[in-house]
């Protein structure tokens, strides 16, 4: 019956769409009229995406360069503001990888999108650079990163516990813009992206209002977006710490002195640890089996507490939204139309097709609220457990998930500067100072 | 490099584990993309067929002016003397006077082709995409004129931000290789 009443619909709605285009014939010219050229100017070539992925790799390797090999910052600047250049104002900001999280996620979960290879690209490339050599892609690379590199002036020690604190919300960020990329409801890194319309000289007010706030930010504190919202850092965090080569401040042992963890602006040097803890080794074991076994509380609790959520997360669906509305309108709760409903009706389908749509996708954002539910709960109970293992350390190191890798410590480190004094001094001239002073020294 | 064997600590050991894992999803994340055929790039477009011409095109576009145009398909063109694609509801007169044109632009050229049929064409550097003239058209003309993203103009933003706002659902995204849904082919 159902189906009868589809075909029937369809037939009508052919028919209208044929009266449309027959209401006048087209004319039989009798002096040779030709209709002129309809242009259609085509996108960006194909190759040019490539070159794209080939810059990306390029400048991810320099980095990697720059910061572990040549140990040198002001080289680094050179890349900082090329990237800036190339893939901020350049390539709009667009595509990155940081909203290239949301293609995977929708590919992933949607069989009818098939992933662009420069979306795929810019999404593995830089996680397969942290695997070996940390976060480079954030040293010199990205171009929201680089936009709050070069504003940076004066930056401040953030607390530890509201650095803790916030640096819990990327990974909401990045569990939410997952969802609902995966759903189809929106892209908001794209959206709320800080910097975006610097690059493309255009935006919302409201944007306008974010990106400025964010930059006056940048100015005091190291990369806040970079550290309190990026989910792509996310990943990054994960995997530097298994990178092959490291940061490592000082190239032989450490003095100690401190004054590394001073210059980082992005609190990233941890120093080193006391020889006894504040706390013995029974009270921390109690401590951690508490912890661990509180993990799968936290877990099933975000799970229970974000489900309940989920018909309030599903509004952002527009579908959803439709859908809700068509029938408050069908019941007569609600006087008049909005835009949507108006198109939808417009298009002449029965509003049952809206709300089997909606439910579907009601159904998938229940299923999809369980899961991120449970990777809030499991990001709380793991950050909690981390903050309570004692690490052990006897020198000042670089945390290798926090490091951006941005080489500032090394020019400080007394231990390095030791280093360079004799690699100058010595007869293989191979840093850049040694050169520059031979030059200078050299008679005429 | 010693002779002895340097014993691997337990740290060393699981950080290979882990990067080993890592090195394995990219591969297989890698795999997948390529496995699930051409991995085309996609552009954004209009589909006619779905667009109510709400006006948003013409202010959503994070570009000023916005990358959508109008496109006029000439072959569905009845080239009508009283074209409302042109011509405002309530004017003056029938005259080419300004106000008596809906475009607010005045974007769109008459020109005389032979007795009685007019030829209308978009000057696109006038176009602001706010898609009047096409609503004029869909109503009581033929409907050949359409909005459509203008790929010299459009940066393909991963996200569109006239996407995010269009009522109808209308903006797609459609192979590069062919980036243009218009009703006739050519």
Redesign the interface.
Known sequence: MLRIACLVLLLLYLSV?AL????????E???G?Q??Q?T?????D?VL?YIDIGVLFAALALAAYLVLKKRSRRDLVVLVIFSLLYFGFYR?G???SI??I???AL?LWNDN????????AFF?LP??FA??FGRVFCAGVCPLGMAQEVVLLRPVKVPLWLDNALGTVPYFYLGVAVLFAATES??II??YDPFV?FF?M??SVGMLIFGVAMLLLATVVGRPYCRYLCPYGVLLRL?S????WQVKISPEDCHACHLCADACPYGAIKPPTPEVGTVSRQEGKTRLAVLLALLPILVLAGAGLVRLGSPLLAQVH??VRLADRLWLEEQGRVEGR???T???F??GLPNMDAYREAAAIRKRFDTGSWILGAWIGLVLGLRIICMSVRRHSQEYQADPAACMACARCYALCPVEHARVQALAGGQTPVHEHADASIDTERPQ | MSDEPRKMTRREFLTECVRGAGLLTIGGLLGGVVSRGRAQSTVWQIDPDKCTQCEKCATACVLNPSAVKCVHEYAICGYCELCFGYLADQRPDDTEAAENQRCPTNAIRRSFVEDPYYQYVIDESKCIGCGVCVKGCQTFGNGSLILQIRHDRCINCNQCAIADVCPSDAIVRVPAAKPYLLQTKG
């Open positions: 769409a449309a285009t027959e209401r006048f014939p087209s004319p010219f009798s002096q009229y209709f002129p309809i259609t100017p085509q996108p960006r194909q995406s709009h667009c595509i990155c909203g290239a949301q293609n995977v590919a999108y098939v992933l662009p290879v420069t979306a795929g593995l996680l397969l695997l070996f929106a892209f794209c959206q319309l493309r255009g935006g995997l710490p298994f990178a092959k527009p579908e909005t835009e949507a108006e198109a939808f417009i298009h």
